[in-house]
């Protein structure tokens, strides 16, 4: 076992062991704040698929982590009403079918997006992503059916078979497995043919394309894919707070999860996990003290970038990542 592995394994369990030490002392906001960890873990680890593994340097993925939002409020909302949808398709408290449609939601707005920005290199996909995101910002805050600028609360708990939802902890065991399957699913794409070729296309396009595989087609579907990870875990955020608003679409929310890549490491497991880990405390402890916290979380990720680009778990496992 490597010591990235263990400290892997470590950060599984501080994670896991964290909320369940709080419930157990009648601590139901500490279970929250893990839960939000686990969710943005989860958003950070889908755009990590396409960031790490691909080299995309997405910013608007915040648009796919609010549509999920928006599904699982948009569903929640005319069930709670009773009110149907278009061709009338009522609304749904459940889980698994809000969560499926989040990311096929999600997946279908990817591809198009996918299939023009990715005819794009460098800061004009960087500066494309970002604009199919405000356009969608923009169309979030001129819908007033759904709460325009003031954004739409959700006053019913989404149910999911045999889970307490309206519980903190049962919701953060239900969130902390979904991430560790995700987790299990970036290994295997990572292990794969198709992620071997999605390392190929971020190290050098052309030569890939000189052994006869497409390194546009690579990209796509690891950009789909991203989005539909990262549309799912909006559809937690939802729930944990029972509101979407349109800053789910907004440019800071796509900064936060590249961020949260780099504080861990790019292109590692669990970077997405302990980028969201030192985020939240820094948030929670810092937020506390003064407003601007984000300043000291500033110089965090200056002497990462400086002293440390594998990011965390590069320095702590002593490992540097690709670039």
């Known amino acids: 076992m490597t010591r990235e592995t263990t400290i892997n394994l470590l950060l599984a369990l501080l994670l896991l062991a964290m909320p369940l030490a709080a419930a157990g002392l009648g601590e139901p906001f500490y279970v929250t704040l893990a839960t939000r960890v ?118 019913v708990r989404n149910a999911f078979p045999g889970i307490n939802t309206t519980q903190p902890l049962p919701y953060f065991l239900a969130c902390f497995t979904v991430l560790m399957a995700t987790l299990l699913l970036f290994r295997l794409v990572e292990g794969s043919r198709f992620g071997s070729a999605l390392q190929a296309a971020r190290q050098n396009g052309t030569r890939l394309a000189a052994v006869g595989i497409a390194p546009f087609n690579i990209w796509l579907v690891a950009f789909v894919l991203s989005a539909m990870i990262t549309g799912f875990a909006g559809a937690l955020y939802a729930d944990l707070n029972r509101f979407v608003g349109p800053s789910m679409f907004s440019w800071h929310m796509s900064g936060e999860l590249i961020v949260l890549i780099i504080l861990g490491g790019k292109g590692r497991l669990f970077g997405p996990v302990a980028g969201a880990m030192i985020f939240v405390c820094l948030e929670y402890v810092l937020g506390g003290i003064t407003e601007r916290w984000q300043f000291f979380l500033g110089l965090i990720l200056l002497g990462i970038v400086l002293f440390a680009r594998g990011g965390l778990l590069g320095l702590l496992s002593g490992k540097p990542r690709h670039a």
């Open 38 to 155: 686990v969710v943005l873990a989860l958003a950070a680890t889908g755009l990590n698929l396409a960031l790490g593994l691909g080299g995309l340097i997405s910013f608007g993925h915040a648009a796919f982590f609010g549509l999920g939002g928006y599904v699982a409020g948009i569903l929640a909302t005319h069930a709670f009403n009773a009110e149907p949808l278009v061709a009338g398709i009522p609304g749904t408290t459940s889980m698994p079918i809000i969560w499926l449609t989040a990311v096929v939601i999600a997946g279908l707005v990817a591809l198009p997006i996918g299939i023009i920005s990715l005819r794009t290199t460098g800061i004009y996909f960087i500066m494309i992503t970002l604009a199919f995101a405000q356009m969608i910002y923009y169309f979030a805050i001129s819908w007033p059916a759904y709460g325009g600028e003031d954004g739409l609360s959700i006053y």
